[in-house]
Structure formats: C-alpha cells, structure tokens
C-alpha cells in the first residue's frame, strides 16, 4: 500500500526570476511582481529548464525561498522557473 499526501490547494502559481549577479538563494518579487511563496513539498524548481532536485541541487523548505547548492547568475543570466 502506498501513502501521499493531498496538495493544499488546487491553484498553481508560478514564478520566473532572471538572476544575472551570483546569487545561492532567491525570494521576495519575481520579473512580474509577484511575491514568491510555495507549500513545502509542493514545489517544482528549474533552473534554464533543467528540473533541480530538492534536497542535492536546491532547498525549498522556508515556504518563501529557494536556496541553491551551487551559486546561480555567475557566468550571465540564468532563469528560474
């Protein structure tokens, strides 16, 4: 038998941000204003449309950040999705 857990909700929401400068984490507004915020466990991250893995490439834990293992934006602009 296997167990899940149900989402919170049934809304998706989605956040871009162009990051140019070395950055480990990202929060706060996204390239549209809007206000980074996720459920824990609910989170899909990709980096220039590579999916990380949570836990080895990022940590989205916080509910209101992502923490990168390797720092983003060092060699030109890199997308998050």
Not at 3 to 14: C, E, G, L, N
Not at 44 to 70: C, E, H, P, R
């Amino acid at each position: 038998m296997s167990s899940f857990a149900a989402a919170p909700s049934t809304t998706v929401d989605r956040f871009i941000f162009s990051v140019s400068s070395s950055a480990t984490s990202i929060s706060g507004n996204d390239t549209a204003g809007n206000t980074l915020a996720y459920v824990a466990g609910f989170v899909d991250v990709w980096l220039n449309g590579v999916k990380m893995v949570n836990g080895t490439d990022v940590t989205v834990t916080s509910g209101n950040a992502i923490v990168f293992a390797v720092a983003i934006g060092t060699s030109g602009t890199d997308i998050v999705d």
